[in-house]
């Protein structure tokens, strides 16, 4: 009997990960954050000790294997909660891995050809796919219809001073919501990239470039104005700055992105 129970233990550990229980807390890329990752500027931004995860990779590249063996088919039987974590966690964790590959550059952009962004850059394999991090976040995590989340545009990061923070911690699926919205307030209340000033309401790039997921409904939110109300607290907006925004005769200043590394020279823990 001890020999039976021996081998179905054996067999168990053998199983590949399509066979077994994904790991939803992703307690591996838990580690790498906090080992990595500290935040700045009082909670508004982070930046990422690249150095030492370059020459401390192996929780990286173990987490990106995981990654890599989850199915099609048992990402589709997941809640949509651990599937937008798993994506969004995707994401940040391979645009990790394209750094440090390259590093040291001084912006992402530096590790593109003259053809090619580095986020056309196909990769990296996911659900079974080759793909790049513009396959991932255009025509998955920000496709029409399947998640209708703006905030993720706060939660995905491009490894630039420009992005909203890389947080400390994995999104995960029983506290995404509540990650989403303190991602989205931290990144709001950042005078540096979102502020009021001089009669108009200046705001980072981002909400130019995916102006339309910001406007298609979600939670009733169906126009930039109408989302920029919602956050009117972490934008320190006035009543009067409110009321220009509710009677749609604010003027918008898109301001201009900050493409150089969210590099620090923190040391490992």
């Known amino acids: 009997m001890k020999v039976v129970f021996l081998s179905l233990a054996l067999w ?7 066979a077994t229980e994904f790991d939803h807390q992703h307690s591996i890329y838990a580690k790498v954050l906090a080992n990595h990752v500290h935040w700045e500027q009082d909670g508004v931004a982070s930046r990422v000790a690249y150095a030492d995860l370059k020459a401390n990779p192996s929780r990286l590249t173990q987490y990106i294997g995981l990654l890599e063996e989850v199915t099609q088919k048992d990402f589709e039987r997941w809640s949509k909660p651990q599937q937008l974590a798993f994506l969004i ?24 050809r003259f053809w090619q962004s580095p986020w056309k850059n196909r990769f990296f394999t996911l659900l079974g796919e080759s793909m790049s991090l513009d396959d991932l976040e255009h025509d998955i995590i920000r496709k029409p219809g399947r998640y209708n989340e703006p905030r993720i545009h706060f939660a995905v990061n491009c490894a630039s001073v420009g992005c909203p923070a890389l947080r400390t911690e994995p999104f995960i699926a029983q506290r995404l919501d509540a990650q989403l919205e303190d991602s989205s ?36 939110v169906n126009t930039l104005a109408s989302f920029f109300l919602r956050y009117a607290d972490a934008l320190s907006l006035t009543q009067e700055q409110r009321l220009q925004l509710e009677t749609g005769t604010v003027h ?17 823990k």
């Open 185 to 220: 307030v931290r990144f709001l209340r950042d005078a540096s990239r979102n502020r009021y000033r001089d009669g108009e309401l200046q705001v980072s790039a981002i909400f130019k470039w995916y102006r339309q997921d910001f406007e298609r409904g979600w939670l009733g």
């Open 12 to 18: 168990l550990c053998a199983m590949p990960l399509s």
């Open 252 to 268: 918008y200043e898109f301001l201009p992105y900050d493409w150089s590394l969210n590099r620090s020279r923190a040391t490992t």
């Open 89 to 112: 966690n995707a994401y940040n964790a391979h645009t990790l891995q394209l750094v440090i590959t390259h590093y040291p550059v001084e912006s992402i952009k530096d590790i593109g």
